[in-house]
């Protein structure tokens, strides 16, 4: 059961894959896969004004943090000239502070500026690649276009299409369906003159035997109305016959009349 299940299972995986095989165009493939390429290069396009955007915004935050050290150290030199030494300190510990912050942002601006030059390299590269399969697209889809129409012109011309093959086949059988029909009717002609078979036209009650006679009669009919008609001819006059019995005599009637 099994065996017959994979048989059966492997036959659908076949039709299946000759019906997508048949309505599968190679040039819809092209552009679909032309179309994947333009989604997948605006993905690493989107991903490196992300990277750019977000490296922006860290050079704000470090710019924003130098203005404020260079505000806190300003504050210390004025508090130690007012002598509040506790105020210098402050400042100076906060101005430590919004150091570290830089020192850790322009670490991780350093690391996003690799980044996007990496995201970059890679758009500029994958663009190449696309353009390139473009280009090999439209001349493959080219190629395929004028291969189509060839083999549809000749197909047409040597009448091996599917629709010149159907009307083929339509004038094949209508030839062998004739010639059948004329095979027959000539069977049952020589049936019909040999008397195998009754002609349903005839009266009711005709046999085979009163058939034959009256083809006798009408033969025998034909011949008396010929004798006939021959001897309504006139005769015909011939010279007299030269020989040495001499010349015939009349008969006496003849004579005594003459």
């Known amino acids: 059961m099994s065996s017959i299940a994979h048989r059966i299972a492997a036959l659908f995986r076949i039709k299946a894959n000759k019906a997508l095989d048949k309505a599968e165009d190679p040039r819809e493939v092209l552009d679909y896969s032309y179309e994947q390429q333009l989604q997948m290069l605006q993905k690493v396009r989107r991903g490196v004004a992300d990277v750019a955007t977000s490296r922006k915004r860290l050079d704000l935050q470090i710019s924003q943090l130098q203005q404020s050290g260079g505000k806190l150290e300003g504050q210390a030199q004025q508090a130690l000239a007012a002598g509040r030494e506790d105020l210098a300190r402050e400042a100076l510990t906060r101005r430590t502070a919004v150091a570290s912050q830089i020192t850790d942002l322009q670490t991780q601006q350093a690391s996003l500026q690799d980044q996007e030059e990496k995201l970059t390299l890679a758009s500029q590269r994958l663009q190449a690649k696309v353009d390139s399969f473009r280009t090999r697209k439209e001349t493959i889809k080219a190629t395929y276009t004028a291969a189509e129409a060839q083999t549809r012109i000749t197909e047409a011309v040597t009448g091996i299409g599917e629709e010149m093959g159907d009307v083929g086949l ?35 009650g005709r046999d085979d035997i009163q058939a034959e006679l009256e083809r006798v009669t009408a033969g025998s009919d034909v011949d008396k109305e010929l004798a006939m008609m021959k001897a309504q001819l006139p005769a015909a006059s011939g010279p007299p016959a030269v020989g040495g019995g001499g010349a015939r005599q009349a008969p006496p009637d003849q004579e005594a009349t003459s």
């Open 170 to 204: 339509a004038m094949q059988r209508a030839q062998d369906k004739t010639e059948q029909m004329q095979a027959r009717a000539g069977a049952l002609d020589e049936l019909l003159a040999s008397g195998a078979l009754e002609d349903a036209t005839l009266p009711a």
